[in-house]
């Protein structure tokens, strides 16, 4: 296999070498080995012809065979919602007033948390409440001794009860705060331990990392859960710890909001991410329409100034269309940004229908919640690993950077002892990665683990 004529400065800093590599690339789809240099693939091809890269620097690392493919992508789970499935009330927004308090009182005669949690009410419930207090008084019926708070579906309303707006309300005076935010409830009454996230996390990475994923995309958490949880991954980043995987964030809408509110947390969650190195990003808006008028109802006016919005200042947009009028008007909306010139931004449809050809917008089938298998979607392997691969980058946005093992592409693979391709869709989709690599660096390996947990095992025996 030709190669480019490397300078002497272009030396690799790691090759992997002796492997069965998956590329991605129709024209060189299998190869032996994969040079890297500060965290992208340098050349692709058979080791014996890298002669000219290699240095008394460069570490050469042997695959024993393995399969390598380019670092598998989940864009379609909601990995924030995974981790915090077992510490809140998950509330269903058709459920009415009486159901909600009910199922709050139950929630916390069963759980000794210091503060009552839950999320995911429909804010129309308490319509007929206007006066705030009378609305923490009704909650006082479910619970009274112990600070309550409910987020609303919508991300950006809290109910509480007396206790709880006693105390806020007390530090707020304190502070000299005129109006009390959502955030600023949530932030004061920490309903979650820091630490135990911290951990469900890390759980969480070595799971997906077992799994042979290296990116991950989070779709349809609240906003305050997905800043939690990425304060985790910034807590592990500042701490040394290695994460397993690349955190692609994004703001969940699900109401028609002031489009200069979405764009705000749009533009803070991305100045977060901005000295993270690219492991964490925010560069998605994910929006989700429902015609019901009882639930979330966006005009076609106010979704286009959303949408455009968003797309003129560089965002994505993921929209999960719920019924046919939905995709009509999701449809209908990407158009108009693309009129506008808006030619760079990725649009996405996620329904049960296929684009037409030349659409403005790729589609994909909707969001699976709590991390629902790709592979129920899928009907082969190939197919499989190209959800994974190629069309999981372009979904992400960023086809250029990821998707397949070519020069230039940033240096993340996932690594299996035996060949995919030799299995059928069901134990590809039990197979374990033997390694997963992420900037050119292992972050994973299954035997590392292994060993970690068998010392562990030994220490826990003898104490």
């Known amino acids: 296999m030709a190669f480019s004529i490397f300078k002497k400065k272009n030396t690799a800093d790691i090759i992997y070498m002796n492997g069965h590599i998956y590329t991605q690339d129709p024209a060189f789809p299998w190869a032996s080995a994969v040079a890297c240099r500060e965290g992208r693939v340098l050349a692709v091809g058979d080791f014996d ?9 460069t570490v050469v690392y042997d695959l024993e065979e393995k399969y390598v493919f380019p670092g598998f992508i989940d864009v379609h789970g909601t990995p924030v919602l995974k981790v915090f499935e077992d510490k809140y009330l998950a509330i ?8 909600v308090l009910e199922a709050v009182s139950d929630y916390a005669e069963a759980c000794e948390n210091e503060v009552i949690f839950a999320y ?11 006066d705030p207090e009378d609305a923490h008084r009704l909650l006082d019926e479910a619970v009274h001794d112990r600070p309550v708070v409910l987020l609303g579906i919508s991300g950006v309303h809290c109910w509480i009860n007396t206790l709880a707006s006693d105390m806020v309300t007390e530090a707020a005076e304190d502070e000299g705060l005129e109006y009390i935010s959502a955030d600023y409830i949530l932030n004061f009454l920490s309903p979650f331990d820091f630490e135990e996230v911290e951990k469900s996390v890390l759980q969480s990475e070595e799971d997906l990392a077992d799994k042979g ?20 991954l910034v807590a592990m980043i500042g701490e040394s710890i290695s994460i397993k995987q690349r955190f692609a964030g994004s703001l969940y809408v699900n ?3 002031n489009p200069e509110l979405i764009l705000h947390k749009l533009s803070t969650g991305k100045t977060n991410c901005t000295e993270l190195g690219g492991l964490i990003t925010f560069d998605h808006l994910k929006l989700e329409l429902n015609q019901d008028e009882e639930q979330a109802y966006f005009s076609q006016e106010a979704l286009d100034t959303i949408c455009l919005a968003a797309a003129e200042k560089g965002y994505h947009i993921h929209l999960d269309a719920l019924d046919q009028e939905s995709f009509d008007k999701a449809a209908d909306s990407f158009g108009y940004v693309r009129s506008k010139g808006c030619k760079h931004n990725t649009l996405i449809i996620a329904c049960d229908q ?19 298998s790709v592979f129920a979607h899928c009907h082969s392997v190939s197919d499989a690993i190209d959800q994974l691969t190629t069309k999981a980058a372009e979904i992400l946005g960023r086809s250029d950077e990821f998707g397949s093992i070519e020069q230039g592409k940033i240096a993340d693979f996932t690594v299996f002892e035996e060949n995919p ?3 059928n869709l069901e134990n590809f989709s039990k197979m374990h990665a033997a390694l997963t690599v992420i900037d050119s660096q292992i972050a994973y390996d299954v ?3 292994c060993m970690e947990e068998m010392c562990d095992l030994l220490l826990t025996m003898r104490l």
């Open 213 to 232: 994923i290296t990116s991950v995309m989070n779709l349809c958490a609240p906003d305050y859960l997905s800043m939690l949880y990425q304060d985790c």
């Open 120 to 130: 995911g009410y429909n804010e129309n419930i308490l319509s007929d409440y206007d």
């Open 49 to 57: 012809g890298m002669d000219e890269i290699i240095s008394e620097d």
């Open 354 to 372: 296929s684009a037409e050809e030349d659409a403005p917008y790729i589609t994909t089938w909707p969001t699976d919640y709590l991390n629902e």
């Open 92 to 99: 269903d927004p058709v459920w009415d007033l009486d159901t």
């Open 255 to 257: 109401r028609p909001l």
């Open 447 to 449: 035997d590392e683990e």
């Open 421 to 423: 391709f030799d299995s």
